[in-house]
């Protein structure tokens, strides 16, 4: 299984909504991570977690909740978004150290 | 040719033409790059990756290259295809982003029949 999977791919929530991504490898990659997309701009890094640990919060609102529950796992909690967070959200995994990232294909995210 | 704007850079090529894609990155201390594409719809998919101790290298129709004195990277691709049409990104790494990667702003590459 050379795939990272990444559900639901569509979603709609309102702002008082609370939701969850989730992102499943199973390529044994001890490093996952989430970025953010928004339409004609690069991936941007949210989270990064190695050996299912955050390692890296690039300053990240807290309406935003990664969750580890283990190392084929990982999800983001989101609770009073803003439409202005409406963006593709891409899960990747990667071996530890300077390999290439796998990414899945996102989920696109509207918040109304 | 390649065009600049409020919106991505395209870049349009004939079917069956060589394109070549441009990357200027930011950071002298980064040690890997990597080109991805990004189909309509899709995450990041890996073409190539190139180390800072080389200068070009080669895949499957697909080369990059390095100059790190001008810190510019490019890809090109021979012969290109209808399905290379997408939006490339290169990427960095390197100790200065915590070992992760970098996105570039992104070129659409259109290939016109």
């Known amino acids: 299984d050379t795939e990272v999977t990444q559900t639901p791919k569509h979603l709609v929530m309102g702002m008082t909504n609370k939701k969850s991504l989730k992102c499943e490898q199973h390529m044994g990659h001890r490093a996952m991570y989430w970025y953010k997309q928004k339409a004609k701009k690069p991936p941007e890094l949210m989270f990064v977690?190695?050996?299912?640990?955050?390692?890296i919060n690039e300053s990240v609102p807290s309406r935003f909740s990664p969750e580890c529950p283990n190392s084929s796992l990982l999800n983001l909690h989101l609770h009073a978004l803003q439409p202005e967070d409406s963006a593709l959200y891409l899960c990747?995994?990667?071996?530890?150290?300077?390999?290439?990232?796998?990414f899945g294909s996102g989920t696109r995210l509207t918040v109304v | 040719g390649e065009s600049v704007g409020l919106h991505l850079p395209t870049l349009s090529v004939q079917e069956g033409d060589n394109s070549i894609i441009n990357c200027a990155y930011s950071n002298s201390a980064s040690d890997y790059f990597i080109w991805y594409k990004q189909e309509s719809g899709k995450g990041p998919q890996f073409i190539i990756d190139?180390?800072?101790?080389?200068d070009k290298r080669q895949g499957q129709r697909v080369t990059v290259l390095l100059n790190k004195t001008v810190k510019h990277l490019s890809l090109q691709i021979a012969a290109t295809q209808p399905g290379d049409s997408a939006v490339y990104f290169c990427?960095?790494?390197?100790?200065?982003?915590?070992?992760?990667?970098?996105f570039g702003p992104g070129t659409r590459l259109s290939v016109l029949p």
């Open positions: 977690y190695s050996y299912e640990k955050l390692s």
């Open positions: 190139i180390r800072s101790n080389m």
């Open positions: 990747a995994s990667s071996e530890q150290g300077p390999y290439g990232y796998t």
């Open positions: 990427a960095e790494r390197g100790r200065n982003y915590g070992q992760n990667f970098v």
